[in-house]
């Protein structure tokens, strides 16, 4: 059934509750609300932050009184906030980033937080990044879109809090609002046993929805997204000529919600997450919409980038963006300042008493047969870094499948890696998993190669397949490393233990819950 609109853009109107239309068409706002694009966004010029840099997330926040789009927003008592999604700050044991989105602005936006679902009695103040996206034709109108956060720091590790979000007008604490309350957990101070969960490529609908479900009983400490989160940008190519619809954001931020508002949703940039319409790098949207570790990487060159560690693992993302061969739109955009940064993070995780294990993620695969294969970009610039610095586990998507290599040294099998094997990088070289089956149309592999995983196992053969070289041509290979195939929807479960003989567990899931692959990583054994 069409929606009418009455006096309310369609695209508008869809979004609002028949409440808050309500509300919007009785103020009849006075005057057009000042909005802040995204491309000031990518500046640093974020409404209600009266110039607070983005990098710095623990910074105090400015009044949000200041905000041009609050001072003329409806009465807040009609607008209800949704898409929660937490992440981590630089220090996961003590620093925790809640954002949120809101259909219209908002006054005075806040979070109430607490060791008590009834006693939210700590309240910290938010800030509103407001994105404006232009009509790019007549089917796709202009969108207005509020993006809130709040930064909590000074937290107590292994603690679990309560929180609620809310503005002038809706407050979580009051008892209409409090279904809304919503917990986390804080990194413990010393290692101890844990699980975080992976996948990329997830886009909106019933698949991304069945493995999130899974996912969540999993009870992960934390979710590594390695790119291509909603396909607002359908086509990919980091090109204002691609196809984009902002509101897919609601909806996955909607989709995602029951997941992320417990969960720490770590991600990362994808080529479809390349929005062009926003700021020349297309990272605009991105600034606006998550609040992600700041680890002494400018995120306004490439918000995807960033450290941190919980537990015995080290974790860094990546922004592959910046480095593909296949995908060139942002190719060299850091200038190489982020294969140096990684050099140096790596160095400093690898250095560290307390860091077990690195785990690096990030969307181009490095070593996959699927339909865009290996980006020859990621294995000039990164791959002798992993080596060097003996990388445990590298998370990719990009291509649509599961797939796991068996350890990989001087890009050859250092060590066969069979389905219930463990490797040590220490001796063996690197393991890198294609984790791509996060919910959106799935690939295949090469034409005769049969799937191979727990359960049915193909004889293992070599594999015809290729690199993308920096001259956008496929360069024909033929290899040995693919050791686990699996067509079908997917995601990383894996389990950290520290202690003596610490280990990661790492198992492949489908939505069902079966396991389609499992192996094991130790160091020096």
Not at 142 to 154: I, N, P, S, T
Not at 272 to 280: I, L, N, Q, V
């Amino acid at each position: 059934m069409d929606i009418p609109d009455f006096g309310i853009r369609p695209d508008l109107a869809r979004r609002l509750s028949m409440a808050e239309q309500y509300e919007y068409l009785r103020t009849r706002l006075s005057r057009r609300r000042t909005l802040v694009t995204a491309g000031a966004v990518a500046s640093g010029l974020l409404t209600g932050c009266s110039g607070r840099d983005v990098r710095s997330a623990s910074a105090p926040a400015a009044s949000p009184a200041a905000s041009p789009a609050a001072s003329s927003a409806v009465s807040g008592s009609v607008v209800a906030p949704f898409g929660r999604h937490l992440a981590f700050g630089a220090d996961p044991m003590r620093q925790m980033r809640i954002s949120w989105q809101v259909p219209l602005a908002v006054r005075r936006p806040f979070v109430r937080v607490g060791l008590r679902p009834d006693d939210l009695g700590r309240r910290v103040e938010a800030e509103v990044r407001d994105l404006a996206t232009p009509a790019l034709d007549d089917v796709r109108p202009a969108a207005e879109q509020y993006y809130v956060h709040a930064a909590l720091d000074g937290l107590r590790p292994g603690t679990t809090y309560y929180y609620g979000v809310g503005h002038q007008g809706f407050d979580p604490a009051a008892p209409a609002h409090r279904a809304t309350i919503a917990s986390f957990r804080t990194a413990p101070a010393a290692p101890e046993r844990f699980t975080f969960t992976a996948f990329g490529d997830q886009g909106v609908g019933a698949e991304a929805v069945a493995n999130n479900r899974v996912l969540l009983r999993q009870d992960p400490a934390f979710h590594l997204h390695a790119g291509d989160i909603c396909y607002a940008n359908d086509k990919g190519r980091g090109e204002k000529s691609d196809l984009y619809d902002a509101t897919q954001w609601d909806r996955f931020l909607k989709q995602t919600e029951p997941v992320a508002r417990s969960v720490p949703w770590m991600v990362t940039t994808g080529n479809h997450d390349m929005e062009a319409w926003y700021s020349p790098d297309g990272y605009g949207g991105q600034l606006a919409r998550f609040s992600l570790p700041d680890s002494g990487f400018d995120p306004r060159t490439a918000p995807g980038v960033y450290s941190f560690t919980y537990g015995n693992v080290g974790v860094v993302a990546l922004d592959a963006n910046d480095v593909s061969y296949e995908l060139p739109a942002n190719l060299g955009v850091t200038e190489g300042r982020q294969t140096r940064w990684l050099a140096r993070k790596l160095a400093q995780l690898r250095a560290a008493p307390e860091v077990d294990f690195v785990v690096v993620f990030f969307h181009h695969c490095a070593y996959s047969t699927s339909t865009h294969a290996s980006d020859g970009g990621v294995r000039a610039e990164w791959v002798p870094l992993f080596a060097r610095h003996q990388v445990d586990l590298v998370i990719n998507g990009h291509n649509h499948v599961y797939e796991r290599t068996d350890a990989i040294k001087g890009g050859e099998v250092g060590r066969p890696v069979p389905v219930g094997e463990w490797t040590d990088p220490t001796r063996d070289g690197t393991v890198y998993v294609t984790a791509g089956g996060g919910g959106k149309e799935l690939y295949g592999f090469p034409a005769g190669v049969p799937e191979s995983h727990e359960g049915r196992t193909a004889r293992d053969e070599p594999v015809d397949s290729f690199r993308w070289t920096r001259s956008r041509d496929r360069k024909a290979e033929t290899v040995q490393w693919s050791r686990v195939r699996y067509r079908g929807f997917s995601f990383l479960s894996v389990e950290a233990q520290a202690g003596a003989a610490p280990k990661l567990k790492v198992s492949a899931l489908t939505p069902e819950g079966t396991r389609v692959d499992h192996f094991e990583v130790r160091r020096g054994r």
